[in-house]
C-alpha cells in the first residue's frame, strides 16, 4: 500500500523575504510546516548570509519552478574592500590583506565598466556544482580545490550605490549562473586591493520585480498563528499565494480552442492562430484558465512543454 503524504493540497507562489542566518532549505521546511503543505520547494538557494526573495512554490507550481531557476535576477550587496577571504563573503577566513587605494567614482566606473555585458565567471569552490558527484562546497570544506571552467554569464546592469571609503554599496541585474561573490571578488582584484561580500540581498526574480511584494518568517507565523486560532484555516496565509502563471508572466499568451487543449493534452502539437513566432508560451483554455506552458515550434505548431490539471506532464 502506498504510503498516504501528509499535508494539505495547495497550489500557489509564495514571495518570502529570506531571513539571514538561516539556510534556503531550513526556511522552506518551516513554510511547508506553517502552510501545512503536502509538496513545496524553492527556486534557488540563497547563502545563509543572503536575505530577499526567494519563491516557494506549492504543489503544482514545483513543476515551473524550474522556469523561476532560470530567470534573470537583481542584487543589493555591500562589499568590504581590501580583505579577500576564503568563500568571499564574511563568513570566511581571512586570506589576504591589502592597502585600499584612493578611489574616485569615475575610476570605479571603469573598473566597474569592465564586468557589464557578456562576462566570463569561474566558478567558486564555495558552490552546490558538481566535480565527479561531489558538490564543490564539499570539497572546500576538506581543504580540496579542483580546476574548474569559465562560465558564461550576462551583467544587464552593474551599478554603483555609493562609495565610502573601504566599502563599496552595488546593485545588479544578472543572468542565471552568476555568482555574484565571484563578481565582487573579481571587481576586487581589478581594483587591486581584494574584496568580499558583506551584505547581500536579493531584490528580484524574473517576473516578480517588486521587493514590497515580499512577506517575512515572523509575519507568516502570526498570521498562521491567527489563522488558526481564529479563522480556523488557512484563509489569510493563502491569499498570500500568486498564481502559477504569475511566474511567466513576461511570456506571450496562447488561447486555445476547446479542440486544440484536447490534442495539446495527448501530447499533440496545435496549429492555433495568430500565436507567436517562436519561444515559450502560457497556454490558456477557452474558459481563460492556465494550463501549462507551451513551445512554438520551428513549423509554427504549439508543442506542450508542462500541462497541469489533468494533462500530460
Excluded at 571603469?110 to 564543490?136: C, N, T, W, Y
Excluded at 576538506?142 to 550576462?154: D, F, W
Excluded at 486560532?229 to 498570500?240: A, H, I, K, P, T
Excluded at 496562447?254 to 492555433?272: C, I, K, M, N, W
Aim: aromatic share 6%; proline share 5%; net charge negative.
Amino acid at each position: 500500500m502506498a504510503r498516504r503524504q501528509k499535508g494539505r493540497n495547495v497550489t500557489g507562489i509564495l514571495l518570502l523575504d529570506k531571513p539571514t542566518g538561516m539556510t534556503s532549505n531550513k526556511v522552506l521546511q518551516e513554510v511547508k510546516r506553517l502552510f501545512h503543505a503536502r509538496k513545496a520547494g524553492h527556486t534557488g538557494s540563497l547563502d545563509p548570509l543572503a536575505t530577499g526573495m526567494l519563491p516557494i512554490c506549492f504543489g503544482d507550481a514545483t513543476k515551473i519552478s524550474g522556469f523561476l531557476l532560470d530567470a534573470d535576477k537583481r542584487y543589493s550587496m555591500t562589499c568590504k574592500l581590501g580583505i579577500k577571504t576564503s568563500t568571499a563573503d564574511s563568513e570566511g577566513e581571512v586570506l589576504e590583506q591589502r592597502p585600499v587605494p584612493q578611489l574616485e567614482a569615475d575610476q570605479l566606473e571603469a573598473v566597474l565598466d569592465d564586468f557589464r555585458g557578456e562576462i566570463e565567471q569561474i566558478p567558486p569552490m564555495h558552490s552546490a556544482l558538481k566535480h565527479k558527484g561531489e558538490r564543490l562546497y564539499n570539497l572546500a570544506r576538506q581543504g580540496i580545490e579542483v580546476e574548474r571552467e569559465a562560465r558564461p554569464v550576462s551583467i544587464y546592469a552593474l551599478t554603483l550605490v555609493s562609495l565610502q571609503d573601504d566599502e563599496l554599496e552595488l546593485e545588479v541585474h544578472c543572468s542565471k549562473g552568476t555568482y555574484v561573490r565571484t563578481l565582487v571578488e573579481d571587481i576586487g582584484e581589478s581594483i587591486g586591493c581584494g574584496a568580499h561580500v558583506t551584505r547581500l540581498r536579493r531584490l528580484s526574480v524574473g517576473a516578480y520585480g517588486d521587493p514590497a511584494e515580499m512577506v517575512t518568517l515572523d509575519t507568516l507565523r502570526e498570521m498562521e498563528r491567527a489563522d488558526r486560532e481564529v479563522r480556523g484555516g488557512y484563509v489569510e496565509l493563502d491569499r498570500l499565494l500568486k498564481p502559477l502563471e504569475s511566474a511567466l508572466d513576461s511570456w506571450p499568451d496562447v488561447q486555445l480552442s476547446e479542440d486544440a487543449a484536447y490534442y495539446l493534452r495527448q501530447g499533440q502539437p496545435v496549429l492555433v492562430r495568430n500565436s507567436p513566432p517562436e519561444g515559450l508560451v502560457r497556454l490558456f483554455n477557452k474558459q481563460s484558465q492556465f494550463i501549462g506552458v507551451g513551445e512554438i515550434q520551428d513549423d509554427g505548431m504549439v508543442a506542450p512543454r508542462r500541462l497541469f490539471g489533468s494533462g500530460k506532464v
